[in-house]
């Protein structure tokens, strides 16, 4: 007797497979598997197997030959699946071969693209002409892709991206091409980068020139008001002034910066550190990540009066020494996590809204000797724990510390983290944020992740 399909509802069927799909490992092998099962299977299963397909240098030739095959192949007049895709990461696509390859992928794919993550290098000046197509795309990320190639005419200038840009008005979150120092573009104008009127997020980085950051401070290449999120990194073309003005130029609309890779930035001897009174410049903004060099134990002491809490510390029960040092002893850090809730609500301490804060340690060795003399001076764990304890960040809730050389910090750093960690803590209950005591705190040791 022969076997009969069962007949399922098409919503039950959906269902089946957005539960598959979670599996970020197993879901495309188990969609894949299921395009086998039956014709009702296979319909939905399809759809959802190409709308976000994981791709890697193992499977990218079967992936680019049922795709998007070249003309000379048979299946070229046959296969539509390529209308399904709408992300398509290429980022651990590693070899120069793809050019061609990736140029068809995108002029097959543009009708319902979304996202499009860049190889590291197959994306030449061929695939501009159909990424331009994607006009609904709303997520581009070049920042896998050098942006020069093996000759002069396989450059990606800025000249081309702002004919990119111009061609995506969806456009929300964009990164820009790693330049390198041997050729960084210099073709600059006031008139040259024309950005989406909704982009959100903007990644920059590499050695753009300096003329180029200039031209974000003026009126005619200032970031639109809907830019939100920031990142910059690997840059050496940024001095700590034009820094501080593009800041300044962005003021409050700003929500999440990341400053990381900056050589320029460091500070040489008696300098002041450019992102000392960041959070004055930038008002509004609630998730953070630096580089501890960039920073000194200035970033988070400034009162209201000009004053500091000493007086109030004594009365809770505190030993300190003079108000103008900082003082180390492990004494004081757990007296301030066990008098938190006093010594919070004085009316006194500027408050900010920052509440994800992410702190980068270098090995010095790795700065290019462009550091202070000494680093007395630096941020150090000790002054995050004044801050919270002290009311300066009342609605911070995760902290996360990756660090190379564990001296940077203090042989006590294990100590003062735990007292930022119960100060996490007791903050969020009193914030009414739910969250797990041990995400709280991050601390990651990885060279490969920092430089």
């Known amino acids: 007797m022969a076997r009969r399909e069962v007949h399922q509802p098409p919503e039950i069927v959906l269902l089946y497979f957005e539960y598959i799909q979670q599996d970020v490992d197993l879901g495309q092998k188990t969609l894949a598997s299921c395009c086998r099962v039956s ?21 990218f030739d079967k992936f680019i030959s049922t795709v998007a095959p070249s003309v000379t192949t048979r299946r070229a007049a046959k296969n539509d699946v390529a209308k399904y895709v709408e992300d398509l990461d290429l980022h651990e696509i590693f070899t120069p071969n793809y050019k061609a390859a990736v140029s068809r992928l995108l002029r097959r794919s543009h009708g319902k693209l979304k996202s499009f993550t860049s190889p590291v290098q197959s994306l030449a000046i061929n695939s501009l002409a159909p990424l331009t197509k994607c006009t609904g795309l709303c997520i581009l990320r070049l920042e896998h892709t050098q942006g020069t190639f093996t000759t002069r005419k396989e450059e990606l200038s800025l000249q081309n991206i702002r004919h990119v840009l111009k061609a995506m008005p969806l456009l929300k979150e964009f990164s820009f091409p790693k330049y390198p120092q041997r050729n960084f573009p210099d073709d600059i104008d006031d008139e040259l980068v024309i950005w989406p009127p909704h982009l959100e997020e903007l990644s920059i980085s590499g050695n753009m020139a300096s003329a180029f950051w200039g031209m974000l401070c003026t009126d ?5 008001k809907s830019v939100t999120k920031l990142h910059l990194s690997k840059i050496s073309q940024l001095n700590p002034e ?13 929500r999440e910066l990341s400053v990381t890779h900056i050589t320029s930035l460091i500070p040489y001897d008696n300098e002041d550190c ?17 580089l501890d060099r960039l920073i000194s134990f200035d ?14 510390a004594n009365e809770e029960g505190e030993n300190s020494d003079d108000g103008n040092s900082r003082s180390s002893d492990l004494s004081r850090c757990s007296n301030l996590a066990r ?12 408050q900010y809204p920052l509440e994800e804060f992410s702190l980068w340690s ?11 003399p000494s ?20 609605r911070l809730r995760r902290v996360e510390v990756l660090w190379e050389n564990h001296s940077i910090w203090g042989g006590a750093r294990r100590e003062k983290l735990q007292s930022i960690k119960n100060m996490l803590v007791e903050q969020n209950k009193r914030n009414g944020v739910l969250a797990d005591p041990e995400s709280v705190l991050t601390m990651v040791r990885d060279s490969n992740t920092l430089w």
């Open 39 to 59: 014709r009702t299977f296979c319909h939905y299963a399809t759809k959802l197997l190409y709308k976000r397909p994981q791709l890697t240098h193992k499977n």
């Open 375 to 394: 680093y007395e001076d630096g941020f150090e764990t000790i002054d995050l724990v004044y801050a919270i304890a002290e009311g300066r960040l009342p």
């Open 299 to 312: 970033f988070l002491t400034i009162y209201d009066d000009g004053d500091t809490l000493d007086s109030d």
């Open 362 to 372: 270098v090995d010095p060795a790795k700065a290019f000797q462009r550091l202070r």
């Open 339 to 350: 008098n938190y809730v006093a010594v919070a609500d004085n009316p006194r301490v500027k």
């Open 220 to 224: 005619a290449g200032r970031l639109p």
């Open 242 to 254: 034009t820094f501080r003005e593009l800041m300044t130029s962005l003021g409050g609309q700003l």
């Open 274 to 290: 450019p992102c000392d009174g960041l959070l004055d410049l930038l008002p509004n903004l609630t998730n953070l990540t630096l």
